[in-house]
Nanobody
């Protein structure tokens, strides 16, 4: 089993910055994709940014130029640097790992973190 522990959420004024971290622990050989999703009250959970093991990134249009995703493969950790935060960025942010293998050639599994609250006040 793999556990994801998120940290770095909190409250900030519009225009400010926060950095989210998510550390994966457990029996892990490799992780294909690491990502951040977010869910605002009454809305669906949406993909914010993702990064592959090789470093290819994806960003939702709403965060391009403001958010940066990065990962440390050796530490199985993913980060989300969020700058120029807006009130519409307020949501619970969830860490996601896709294509996790416990050993070479093993089955691929996906995991979610419990979420961390980000609140941006205008």
């Amino acid at each position: 089993q793999v556990q994801l522990v998120e940290s770095g959420g909190g409250s900030v004024q519009a225009g400010g910055s926060l950095r989210l971290s998510c550390a994966a622990s457990g029996r892990i050989f490799s992780i294909n994709v690491m990502a951040w999703h977010r869910q605002a009250p009454g809305k669906q959970r949406d993909l914010v940014a993702s990064i592959t093991r090789g470093g290819s990134t994806y960003y939702a249009d709403s965060v391009k130029g403001r958010f940066t995703i990065s990962r440390d493969n050796a530490e199985n950790t993913v980060y989300l640097q969020m700058n120029i935060l807006k009130s519409e960025d307020t949501a619970v942010y969830y860490c996601y790992t896709g294509g996790v293998q416990a050993y070479p050639g093993g089955a691929l599994s996906n995991y979610w973190g419990r979420g961390t609250q980000v609140t941006v006040s205008s």
